[in-house]
């Protein structure tokens, strides 16, 4: 079992900048790659992030390339999203996601993700 508390959420002007957290406990030796979705109302959770637990593999989606980053400084169990130059269309719960037993099939689908934080608030205003 894996768990994860997702943090740092927040309203934030358009322009600026929030580090999210991602504190993972249990058996989080036995994670393989951990990420991010978000999910605005109205909306389908969407893929934001991954990066292997041990390194590896890093993506991202479009609409981030460029703004934001994760990160797992000095291989602790805290992953961090840097998130910069925040728009408005990025106002969503943003959720923490952790995969241990990895199909093979694509890290971009919320159904391979095996353990979920409870999410955290992000509100950029225009």
């Known amino acids: 079992q894996v768990q994860l508390v997702d943090a740092g959420g927040g309203l934030v002007q358009a322009g600026g900048s929030l580090r999210l957290s991602c504190a993972a406990s249990?058996?989080?030796?036995?994670?393989?790659?951990i990420g991010w979705f978000r999910q605005a109302p109205g909306k389908e959770r969407e893929f934001v992030t991954v990066?292997?637990?041990?390194?590896?593999?890093?993506y991202y989606a479009d609409s981030v390339k460029g703004r934001f980053t994760i990160s797992r400084p000095n291989a602790k169990n805290t992953v961090y999203l840097q998130m910069n130059s925040l728009k408005p269309e990025d106002t969503a719960v943003y959720y923490c996601?952790?995969?241990?037993?990895?199909?093979?099939?694509?890290?971009?689908?919320?159904?391979?993700?095996?353990?979920w934080g409870q999410g955290t608030q992000v509100t950029v205003s225009s």
């Open positions: 996601a952790a995969i241990v037993e990895f199909s093979g099939s694509d890290y971009y689908t919320p159904g391979e993700y095996d353990y």
């Open positions: 249990g058996r989080a030796d036995s994670i393989y790659a």
């Open positions: 990066t292997g637990w041990y390194g590896g593999i890093t």
